[in-house]
Nanobody, 115 residues
Framework: QVLAVESGGGLVQPGGSLRLSCVGSGSILNMYPMGWYRQVPGSQRELVAGITGGGTINYAEFAKGRFTISRDRAKNTVFLHMTTLKSEDTGVYYC?????????WGQGTQVTFSS
């Protein structure tokens, strides 16, 4: 069962910005540590950033200084604000539990670069 739906991807130019949103079913996202993941062409799905219930945040090396994960508990939403985007950031971005016991993966949201 997919418990979170991603949105906010799109076509972007190098150096641009996007804000991705992950909305959960009911208040499910408020109950767990949450993460953003991505799958770029030719690679396995990888962690981008995670946020715990207490607010501790971890970023992948490639995301540090450029991406910001945050959560709005009132809206049961987790965000990923991406800046200074590079062509190698192209891929499908997903949200899911951060750590073990992940849910079924959703469709994700596609980030594509325009030349």
């Amino acid at each position: 069962q997919v418990l979170a739906v991603e949105s906010g991807g799109g076509l972007v130019q190098p150096g641009g910005s996007l804000r991705l949103s992950c909305v959960g079913s009911g208040s499910i996202l408020n109950m767990y540590p949450m993460g953003w993941y991505r799958q770029v062409p030719g690679s396995q799905r990888e962690l981008v950033a995670g946020i715990t219930g207490g607010g501790t945040i971890n970023y992948a090396e490639f995301a540090k200084g450029r991406f910001t994960i945050s959560r709005d508990r009132a809206k049961n939403t987790v965000f990923l604000h991406m800046t200074t985007l590079k062509s190698e950031d192209t891929g499908v971005y997903y949200c899911n539990r951060y750590g073990a016991n992940k849910w079924s993966w959703g469709q994700g949201t596609q980030v594509t670069f325009s030349s």
